[in-house]
């Protein structure tokens, strides 16, 4: 059975302010006809604020408050708060990581050959955590990847070497070198308005959040928005 968290955050949760600066939230035109929850990602386009989608990219910030659709009809202009300080740092939860079973290991290495790549370093600097069997609460940055023997290398020893009662998550696309997730991955993005994709694609920075902190405990993170795109 897949890891599962003991609570899961209501959406993006503002937690703080880098700059410890107030944010109010700004009124926004809402979209009609549409629910919004406090914590939904929103996006600015057509002059008006909608649900983030899954690789959104025009991102406007966060909804301070929960409208119903019933108290947005298309009749009247209904107007919504928006956090948009760029500087504020939300808590939200993640979803589609990898979530394997060791085959193997030793107190330096982590081996599943159900990762079945031969293209080496496509892990390199991902976060992983066994949360279960032999080394178990282990939370460890890989160092390197061999695609050949699927074996993972950590910077740091585990406590004891991992094996077939070893089960874990594993953070980022991997399709190529650097495509992982890890305090300070820049370009993740969205599954959809309230959850972070931690399978994202995050070579190419075009995601709209950077990651503060990961805790793979609760399967969240805490990141901010490093991209407030308006289209007219």
Known sequence: MAYTAKRTTQGFEYIGNLLHQEDAGMDFELTPNTDFKKGDMVVFTNRLVAKAAANATNVLGVMAESITAAENPAAKTTKGKVLINPFNIYRCSFADHLDSTATGGTTTTLIDTALSTSNNDVWNGALLYIYEGKAAGSIRTVKDYVGAT???????????????????????????????????????????????????????????????????????????????????
Do not use: Q
């Open 150 to 232: 699927d074996t993972l290398t950590v910077e740091e020893p585990f406590p004891e070497a991992p094996d077939t009662t070893s089960k874990y998550i594993l953070l980022g696309a991997a399709t190529a070198a650097g495509d992982v997730i890890n305090v300070g991955s820049v370009g993740v993005n969205l599954k959809d308005e309230n959850t972070i994709d931690a399978n994202a694609t995050v070579a190419n920075e075009a995601g709209p959040l950077a990651v503060l902190r990961i805790d793979p405990v609760n399967l969240w993170m805490d990141v901010i928005i490093r991209k407030h795109l308006f289209n007219s």
